[in-house]
């Protein structure tokens, strides 16, 4: 399993831009979630997902978009992008069963730049 | 406010010593808890989970102690190596949520050969 897997790396955008970070994860999780990492900072939850068909807004929503058609891929959509958007940007995935809490696992993360 | 973690704090030690990271919660009605390990230039891993009815749980070279009476979390990495250094990430599931996590800032842990 490549687990999460994040695109692009890296991605330098002027201020007005808008772009798709994208998100796909092959372990079959019904959860999947978009975190904002900031220097010095925790993780901020933007948007999360419970299954196909399903979002509902985190932390800090504004400015951002996602999608959830499959239960693989969750993109996370900027469309008017500014400089407070610049960040590092994580995806993860967790499975929701019986067992109740299961750990969330991240991909490598989004490294954005708005100038 | 945040109910994980403060301004990050740093830890140094030798390598071949056992470290301990703390972390302090404020959410009562958390029940699930997770520390995460990030190397520079790479997403949060899972390390190891502890559920509140259990306050102590052991992995390999680590231990997690849970004490709910004063909301207080602990990492403990035995014979800390190099390959150790890293932020190291206390989250909680915010008030028993089945899936929202609540993240502190991280400790800078920093292994001396």
């Known amino acids: 399993n490549a687990g999460v897997t994040q695109t692009p790396k890296f991605r330098i955008l002027k201020i007005g831009q808008s772009m798709t970070l994208q998100c796909a994860q092959d372990?079959?999780?019904?959860?999947m979630y978009w975190y904002r990492q900031d220097p010095g900072m925790g993780l901020k939850l933007i948007y999360y997902?419970?299954?196909?068909?399903?979002?509902d807004k985190g932390e800090v929503p504004n400015g951002y978009n996602v999608s959830r058609s499959t239960t693989e891929d969750f993109p996370l959509r900027l469309e008017l992008a500014a400089p407070s958007q610049t960040s590092v940007y994580f995806c993860?995935?967790?499975?929701?069963?019986?067992?109740?809490?299961?750990?969330?696992?991240f991909g490598d993360g989004t490294r954005l730049s708005i100038l | 406010g945040e109910s994980v973690g403060l301004h990050l704090p740093t830890l140094s030690v030798q390598e071949g010593d056992n470290s301990i990271i703390n972390c302090a919660y404020s959410?009562?009605?958390?029940?699930?808890f997770i520390w995460y390990k990030q190397e520079s230039g790479k997403g949060p891993q899972f390390i190891i989970d502890?559920?509140?009815?259990?306050d102590k749980r052991q992995g390999q070279r680590v231990t997690v102690l849970l004490n709910k009476t004063v909301k207080h979390l602990s990492l403990q990495i035995a014979a800390t190596q190099p390959g150790d250094s890293a932020v190291y990430f206390c989250?909680?599931?915010?008030?028993?949520?089945?899936?929202?996590?609540?993240f502190g800032k991280g400790t800078l842990l920093t292994v001396n050969p």
């Open positions: 997902s419970v299954g196909a068909g399903i979002t």
């Open positions: 502890i559920r509140s009815n259990m």
């Open positions: 989250a909680e599931n915010s008030g028993g949520s089945n899936y929202k996590l609540t």
């Open positions: 993860a995935s967790s499975y929701d069963g019986a067992k109740g809490n299961q750990p969330q696992h």
């Open positions: 959410n009562s009605a958390s029940d699930y």
């Open positions: 372990m079959n999780h019904n959860y």
